[in-house]
Nanobody, 124 residues
Framework: QVQLVESGGGLVQAGGSLRLSCAFS????????MGWFRQAPGKEREFVVA????????YYADSVKVRFTIARDNGKRAVYLQMNSLEPEDSAVYYC?????????????????WGRGTQVTVSS
C-alpha cells in the first residue's frame, strides 16, 4: 500500500511562488510515475503535470507550462512541484498521485494512489 502526503500549500499573492512537496511511503517509490492534479471549487479535477518513474519524461498542462516545474528525488522518496508566476486561476486543492511503472499520464484514471491534497490560494 502507498501513502502520499502533500505539503507546502498556502496563501500567496499573484506573481508569487510556492513549492509543493509530496512524500511517498509504503512501496518502492522509483517504480511509480507521479502526477499532480488540482481541483478548484465547482470544477472537475484537472491534470497539472506528471513525471515518469525514471524521471526521464515530464508532461505539463498547457496552462502551467513554463511556470511550473516538477521534479522527483528517488532517494528522498518525494516529488516536488515548483510553482512560479502564480495566478488567481491556479487556486485549487492540489493532489499528488502515483501510477505503478507509469510513464506519466494526464489521465487521472491510471493513478492507483492519491494524497489528500493541499490548498493553494492565490490572491489578486
Amino acid at each position: 500500500q502507498v501513502q502520499l502526503v502533500e505539503s507546502g500549500g498556502g496563501l500567496v499573492q499573484a506573481g508569487g511562488s510556492l513549492r509543493l512537496s509530496c512524500a511517498f511511503s509504503g512501496l518502492t517509490f522509483s517504480n511509480y510515475a507521479m502526477g499532480w492534479f488540482r481541483q478548484a471549487p465547482g470544477k472537475e479535477r484537472e491534470f497539472v503535470v506528471a513525471i515518469s518513474w525514471s524521471g526521464g519524461s515530464t508532461y505539463y498542462a498547457d496552462s502551467v507550462k513554463v511556470r511550473f516545474t516538477i521534479a522527483r528525488d528517488n532517494g528522498k522518496r518525494a516529488v516536488y512541484l515548483q510553482m512560479n508566476s502564480l495566478e488567481p486561476e491556479d487556486s485549487a486543492v492540489y493532489y499528488c498521485a502515483a501510477d505503478w511503472m507509469g510513464r506519466g499520464s494526464s489521465s487521472s484514471s491510471v493513478y492507483e494512489y492519491w494524497g489528500r491534497g493541499t490548498q493553494v490560494t492565490v490572491s489578486s
